[in-house]
């Protein structure tokens, strides 16, 4: 699990640098951002109660550049998390979700438990 999340966090650190378009480059995201977006994608998934972590773990790669961009995503929410909306220095923005965009969720793996 631990290796997933520093690919995470490289990758959405390579992915905000990639488009700052001559804003602020950052030395990496925040490990608090990834810890909270990787659960979050995992919460999110459903697995069969009898998946071990590593297989969780494996499934749950290939959704590393989903995973990435949500931190990105999150990192440039700071300061309105939870929000739909923020207002500050007559700038106002307006945010689909106030979390992560329920199209970087729409394909993650859900399974239907059955009797």
């Known amino acids: 699990m631990e290796e997933l999340i520093q690919e995470v966090g490289e990758m959405a650190t390579e992915y905000w640098n990639e488009t700052a378009d001559g804003g602020e480059l ?14 979050y994608f995992f919460n999110t998934s459903t697995f069969p109660s009898n998946y071990t972590e590593d297989k969780r773990v494996k499934i749950m790669r290939r959704y590393i550049n989903s995973m990435a961009m949500a931190c990105d ?19 106002s923005r307006t945010y689909k979700s106030a979390w992560i965009s329920p199209e970087l969720l729409r394909d993650l793996p859900n399974y239907v438990n059955f009797f």
Request: hydrophobic content about 45%; overall charge negative; aromatic content about 6%.
């Open 26 to 39: 950052i030395e990496k995201i925040p490990a608090s951002i990834v810890h909270f977006v990787v659960e």
């Open 73 to 91: 995503e999150v990192f440039a929410k700071v300061g309105a998390e939870g929000q739909l909306s923020h207002s500050e220095n007559s700038v």
